[in-house]
């Protein structure tokens, strides 16, 4: 009789999780990734049923039998474990389903990658929630394992500062990658740079988060990491950045011939984003005069790229046209007498004076001037004016008052 009830259960047990199931996903037609990802939920509520099932069948056809108690105390740890295993098939199933409206693989994908954070932690918290109630709830139905509860409890405040000492470094890495999650201060796809390496957030887990380094290596850190030591983070407003190609050159460098073949190089690549294209004399000491090209491009691969074909590109361009512009090391011997250095003197004067064939540039300002001399220039100076005279004037009476004596 109780082998009858038992078959009868599970036959009955699969045809409700297959209703169940097939129910589900009628009322949602509209979405198709439930249906691909409802099938991790499959098993698990199949088993599920059918344990409460056969527990059931059990109950009822063998209620006075003495291998009873034992055989259902397995059944329901079995059933503890499948609804655990349910539970983590359901976590999964709404972290696909949410992910699923909202595409990473478009430009402007900042929401994106930040829900995709918090969800990939979310989960990773649940299923470690659900874990845990399922392995205390297997422990409860061993009454041995009850009846020490009691005495525990009694030395709780003992066991808790021993157990919050001993996992105190652990305890601090899962707050401090919750805090990463929901602060926005790293996500998913993020180029950073940490331990003067430059890579993207491949995962951020719950104590550590993993760096997939330019070079295909991969740098694991710390969740406190990012909590407690600065970094950068190119892309946490945005992916557009810029950089700088720097030469140190003679001083007969051609500057305008240099930008000339600077807007060349820059008209011929999809590399950039024509944003910024700057070359100018930052420094000019030492012997040499320092040449620094400023660019911009959509993202940090592109801008790498990019600064790699303009320094090519200007390289061949002063070897071919212009070799006494490379950097060259001058000595001059002391003149024996006035005269011989108002004669060596003389052909410094002559290089002063432009021969009738040689032509001059007028520097244009859009391509010499990084914060003045264009609209996007004066923008661009905007962001390092500071928060305005408003905010000054209240800094500064903020300061006085805190400075000023207390009357009496």
């Known amino acids: 009789m109780p082998f009858v009830a038992v078959t009868l259960a599970v036959a009955a047990g699969l045809f409700l999780s297959w209703l169940l199931r097939k129910i589900v996903l009628r009322l949602n037609r509209g979405r198709p990734e439930l249906q691909a990802t409802s099938r991790v939920a499959r098993r698990p509520l199949q088993l599920a049923i059918c344990l409460i099932g056969v527990r059931t069948a059990l109950g009822l056809t063998a209620a006075g039998d003495s291998w009873l108690p034992g055989v259902d105390h397995l059944l329901l740890i079995a059933l503890i474990g499948s609804l655990a295993w349910l539970g983590v098939a359901v976590l999964l199933i709404i972290e696909a389903v949410v992910l699923g409206r909202y595409s990473v ?12 954070t918090q969800m990939i932690l979310a989960r990773r918290i649940g299923v470690a929630l659900v874990v845990v109630l399922a392995v205390g709830s297997v422990m409860l139905t061993f009454p041995a394992i009850q009846a020490l509860g009691a005495g525990l409890l009694a030395s709780a405040g003992v066991i808790s500062i021993v157990a919050g000492l001993a996992a105190q470094t652990s305890l601090v890495n899962v707050f401090a990658g919750m805090q990463l999650a929901f602060t926005d201060a790293i996500r998913v796809d993020d180029v950073v740079v940490v331990q003067k390496e430059w890579g993207r957030i491949e995962e951020i887990t719950l104590t550590y988060v993993v760096v997939h380094i330019w070079d295909d290596r991969r740098l ?16 946490r407003r945005q992916s557009e950045v810029m950089g700088t190609v720097e030469f140190d050159l003679d001083w007969r460098a051609p500057v305008e011939d240099m930008r000339a073949e600077l807007r060349s190089v820059l008209a011929g690549t999809d590399l950039w984003d024509e944003r910024v294209g700057v070359l100018q004399i930052t420094d000019a000491t030492g012997g040499f005069v320092r040449v620094r090209i400023l660019v911009s491009a959509a993202d940090s691969a592109a801008l790498f790229d990019l600064r790699c074909l303009i320094r090519e590109a200007m390289v061949t361009f002063l070897q071919q046209g212009h070799p006494e512009a490379l950097p060259q090391q001058r000595w001059t011997e002391a003149a024996a007498d006035a005269g011989t250095s108002s004669r060596r003197q003389q052909p410094l004067r002559s290089l002063g004076s432009p021969g009738p064939d040689s032509v001059r540039g007028t520097p244009d300002p859009q391509e010499s001037q990084l914060f003045t001399g264009s609209i996007e220039a004066v923008q661009r100076s905007r962001a390092f004016t500071g928060p305005g005279d408003e905010v000054f ?7 006085a008052s805190r400075n000023r004596p207390l009357d009496r």
Do not use: G, K
């Not at 694991?220 to 983070?233: A, G, K, M, Q, R």
């Not at 004037?393 to 903020?398: L, M």
């Open 393 to 399: 004037q209240e800094r500064d009476e903020s300061l």
């Open 105 to 116: 693989d478009v430009a402007d994908n900042r929401r994106a990658r930040r829900l995709r």
């Open 220 to 235: 694991i850190l710390p969740s406190t990491y990012f909590t407690t030591t600065p970094f950068e983070n190119w892309t």
